[in-house]
């Protein structure tokens, strides 16, 4: 069966078709027994057939329902100890989780135990005695499908009495010796010829179970036949719950077994993609889709399948998946305070399921609750790091996608996989993926955007338009490579399929821009330009090194980078008029935010350097001109990281000091040199008087950066001495402290080169054309820039040909997230929790060199 066209809803397996007759449908295995459930799973992580199983559901006896309240599921779970066939009764509620921020999480409530009477425990035992297992009938095994895309399924066989004996896999002893015989004497068919006639007739043998007589069988059948809708429970399905009796004081664990609690994905058809849908549709729904992903063994079309339980327009949940309640169980991520109580397997190498595993030393009594917990590992590295609770967000430092500059980080990184995967496309992959894209995403987001809200703020919209003109930014990068198939003489250009791409990545193009963009409000207005912003920074990546970040930027840097990148979004790609026009009125923005930002410079600059050296210490929090300097340094500061450094890495090749500020051939983080440069003012001092020293090279092993650094001036005595020092030569971060107390003066000239020319001169030379008519660089030159700035232009010309300053040293120690080609490859039992292509880190380009004067173009 195809399961692409099928129609799953509730419950029902997405990787499994049942055969009935004729008749093919999809459902749950429905056989006799079936409350043994599924396979579970050992540490070891090794799968066992479910009569190995040994605790299971009781499928009738479980139910989910949705809270008419807050709409959320209630699931009703009843498993069964295979040792004793006692009851464990359990319902999952989903509320606000106990991890802050980490929204609703799921709760499994144990409701108590329920043992067998002693009658129906003595009659059990009597009867299991008298019966064996047996399921190696062919009937038994599950068969395989594969659609024409390449989608398999698991089909089963059911049917009255399919697999014989009540399609129970107990079989009486009596009854069980007597099918060997016939399994050994068994002659598939017997042909006979009619007389008169060529026609043959094919006689098949079969198992007359009536010519059988056993009185445990018999017996076990009239049990069953007394239990309405065959819903018995037990191994041979004799027991019903008033054989049962509670018992309250029966604790629960099942370490090292597990039982399961439901399927996470996929319930539709569409929740299987290959890896190259699955990771164009994360990358234009903002890396949503990855949280709520798997990957799984089995490929499809040669490609990585991915279980993803999003719907292809919004990129959110999905309304089958919100109704089951694995998708509510939260992680433990790194926190040593949480503990894993929920297994992640899957099924048939397609399917992902959440197995409950509770530890002897957590055990659980009646009326006790637990939040369920999952251990996603490695592979939910990157998810982390944009939620801010990774690896290096705790031992770097690093922001999470609160933070511009670490978000844009990672969105850069993303956009250059896509540029790969793109430069990679064949022609008929590209075919199906523009489909895929186009019918799946690109219609339904385009009328959900005709319609603006132009009062309130409208979440859904405001995600549609980031996903709108990221497909357009998609869109020009797969035209490049139609055209690129166009050139190729081995390529058809008139062929049917590219034509059809073509045609599709014409209605990607996001032509109404400039119309809507009149319509937004100003938040929704924001959101569009940030996008476009982030494009305009991603074209300039190579110049601009880390935009946006507060160690490598100082806070007017930051605001002048914002308004730069709005500037030019606005006039070039949401504004309607002649282009002369427009980039007028561009041109003065540019100078005006730089001219403005040069002032503010100053102004810190001068206030700081003036107050600085006064007696301070009468100064409170409320005092004017103590809040006057928090206000320019804080304009003026570099955030450091706050992070820990080894000693070892300062010291030079004798370990007796630390390496030379001045002479080091990389450049040093602000916050690091800061705290080097207190150390050493500090040692000099020491020197100076003949002090002991409190800070010894040898015994202080770790020093912090410092929080807050300015950069100071620095003036050597020596001639021709910086010829073979590095670019901080003549200027050095320095901690806040060494300002107030008079021992640092601001290096204005150094943040009007580095943090203001830089900014606006490299945005404006490469992402704007002044050359063409009828602008010819009436609007904007570097001359210009110079003279509203008050900025000689010689030096304005060397600052640009070093190019802006990017700390890198000293490099922090960071292990790198999960990736599958530093990982085993072959079939896992371990579902690969929010996929990320085996991809290695793109290099940023050649560092790029600005022409001087009025001329746009880069130098490579």
């Given at each position: 069966q195809d399961n692409e066209d099928s129609d799953f809803s509730g419950d029902s397996e997405a990787d499994q078709s049942v055969v009935e007759g004729s008749h093919m449908h999809n459902n749950e295995e429905a056989e006799e027994g079936d409350d043994k459930g599924y396979a579970y799973w050992k540490d070891d992580e090794v799968e066992t057939s479910p009569e190995d199983n040994e605790m299971n559901q009781v499928k009738h006896l479980c139910s989910t329902r949705t809270d008419p309240i807050t709409g959320l599921p209630i699931q009703k779970l009843t498993v069964m100890c295979s040792e004793s066939e006692t009851l464990y009764d359990f319902q999952v509620d989903i509320k606000q989780s106990t991890i802050e921020n980490a929204g609703d999480g799921a709760f499994l409530t144990y409701l108590g135990a329920r043992v067998l009477k002693k009658?129906?425990?003595?009659?059990?035992?009597?009867l299991i005695r008298g019966h064996c297992i047996d399921n190696d009938i062919c009937t038994h095994n599950p068969l395989e499908s594969e659609t024409l895309s390449g989608k398999k399924s698991t089909v089963t066989l059911t049917g009255d009495n399919l697999h014989y004996n009540d399609n129970s896999i107990y079989w009486s002893k009596k009854r069980a010796d007597k099918f060997t015989e016939f399994q050994s004497n068994e002659n598939p068919s017997h042909t006979k010829l009619s007389h008169g006639s060529c026609r043959s007739t094919v006689e098949s043998f079969t198992f007359d179970e009536n010519e059988v007589k056993c009185k445990v069988h018999e017996e076990v059948k009239k049990f069953r036949e007394n239990i309405p809708d065959g819903n018995g429970i037990g191994f041979?399905?004799?027991?019903?719950?008033?054989?049962?009796?509670?018992?309250?004081y029966e604790l629960f664990w099942n370490h090292p077994n597990a039982f399961e609690l439901g399927r996470y994905?996929?319930?539709?058809?569409?929740?299987?993609?290959?890896?190259?849908?699955?990771?164009?549709?994360?990358?234009?729904?903002?890396?949503?889709?990855?949280?709520?992903?798997?990957?799984?063994?089995?490929?499809?079309?040669?490609?990585?399948?991915?279980?993803?339980?999003?719907?292809?327009?919004t990129g959110k949940v999905h309304s089958v998946a919100r109704g089951h309640t694995p998708i509510y169980v939260n992680e433990v991520g790194h926190n040593s305070k949480l503990h894993s109580n929920v297994l992640i397997r899957d099924k048939n190498d397609r399917s992902v399921?959440?197995?409950v595993c509770i530890e002897k030393e957590r055990a659980m009594k009646k009326g006790d609750t637990v939040e369920l917990f999952a251990n996603y590992g490695d592979h939910y590295e990157q998810v982390r790091e944009r939620k801010c609770y990774g690896r290096v967000n705790k031992s770097e430092h690093l922001g999470g996608?609160?933070?511009?500059?670490?978000?844009?980080?990672?969105?850069?990184?993303?956009?250059?996989?896509?540029e790969k995967d793109i430069s990679s496309l064949e022609v008929y992959a590209m075919f199906h993926l523009v489909e895929f894209l186009t019918e799946n995403v690109l219609k339904p987001i385009s009328e959900s955007i005709g319609c603006v809200a132009h009062v309130k703020l409208d979440l859904r919209l405001q995600r549609n338009l980031i996903v709108r003109r990221r497909l357009h930014w998609v869109g020009e990068k797969l035209t490049e490579r139609v055209q690129e198939f166009i050139a190729h003489p081995l390529v058809d250009s008139s062929s049917e399929c590219i034509c059809s791409i073509r045609e599709s990545l014409r209605q990607w193009r996001f032509v109404s821009m400039p119309s809507l963009f009149n319509k937004l409000n100003p938040d929704l207005a924001?959101?569009?330009?940030?996008?476009?912003?982030?494009?305009?920074?991603?074209?300039?990546?190579?110049?601009?090194?880390?935009?946006?970040?507060?160690?490598?930027?100082?806070n007017i840097a930051i605001d002048l980078t914002r308004k730069t990148t709005h500037s030019i979004a606005q006039h070039l790609f949401c504004s309607s008029g002649p282009i002369g026009l427009r980039k007028q009125y561009l041109g003065n923005d540019l100078l005006k935010h730089a001219k403005h930002a040069a002032v503010a410079l100053k102004d810190g600059s001068n206030a700081i350097n003036a107050i600085n050296g006064q007696d301070s210490s009468n100064d409170s929090n409320n005092n004017p001109r103590t809040k006057s300097m928090d206000d320019h340094i804080n304009l003026l500061s570099f955030k450091a990281r706050g992070r820990k450094i080894k000693i070892d890495d300062l010291l030079d090749g004798t370990k007796e000091q630390m390496v030379s500020l001045y002479n080091s051939h990389q450049t040093i983080h602000f916050g690091t040199a800061a705290i080097m440069a207190d150390i050493q003012a500090y040692c000099d001092a020491?020197?100076?008087?003949?002090?002991?020293?409190?800070?010894?090279?040898?015994?202080?092993?770790?020093?912090?950066?410092?929080?807050?650094?300015?950069?100071?001036?620095?003036?050597?005595?020596?001639?021709?001495?910086?010829?073979?020092?590095?670019?901080?030569?003549?200027?050095?971060?320095?901690?806040?402290?060494?300002?107030?107390?008079?021992?640092?003066?601001?290096?204005?000239?150094?943040?009007?080169?580095?943090?203001?020319?830089?900014?606006?001169?490299?945005?404006?030379?490469?992402c704007v054309d002044w050359t063409e008519e009828p602008v010819k660089n009436s609007w904007y030159s570097l001359e210009l820039l110079c003279k509203n700035i008050c900025l000689d232009l010689i030096n304005a010309e060397r600052a640009l040909a070093q190019g802006a300053v990017k700390p890198t040293w000293p490099?922090?120690?960071?292990k790198p997230a999960y990736s599958p080609a530093l990982c085993d490859v072959g079939p896992a039992k371990h579902s690969r929790r929010k996929p990320h292509k085996a991809r290695k880190m793109a290099g940023v380009p050649p560092s790029s060199k600005l022409l001087p004067g009025n001329a746009a173009e880069i130098l490579n």
């Open positions: 009658s129906a425990d003595a009659r059990s035992t009597r041979l399905g004799i027991h019903q719950e008033s054989d049962y009796e509670s018992d309250d994905g996929p319930h539709r058809p569409g929740d299987r993609k290959t890896n190259l849908h699955f990771d164009f549709k994360n990358f234009i729904h903002n890396f949503e889709p990855s949280e709520w992903s798997y990957e799984v063994p089995e490929p499809i079309l040669n490609r990585r399948q991915i279980v993803d339980i999003t719907d292809n327009d399921y959440y197995y996608d609160e933070d511009d500059g670490a978000k844009l980080q990672r969105n850069f990184h993303e956009r250059e996989e896509v924001n959101t569009l330009l940030g996008e476009l912003s982030e494009e305009l920074l991603y074209q300039t990546r190579s110049c601009i090194p880390c935009p946006l970040d507060e160690t490598v930027w100082c020491v020197d100076l008087c003949n002090m002991d020293q409190y800070y010894l090279p040898k015994t202080t092993r770790i020093i912090s950066e410092c929080d807050r650094s300015v950069v100071s001036q620095y003036k050597p005595t020596g001639k021709n001495c910086s010829a073979n020092c590095s670019s901080q030569f003549y200027w050095m971060a320095r901690s806040v402290d060494a300002f107030k107390k008079g021992c640092a003066h601001v290096n204005e000239q150094w943040y009007l080169e580095n943090q203001v020319l830089a900014i606006t001169h490299i945005l404006a030379s490469i490099v922090p120690q960071v």
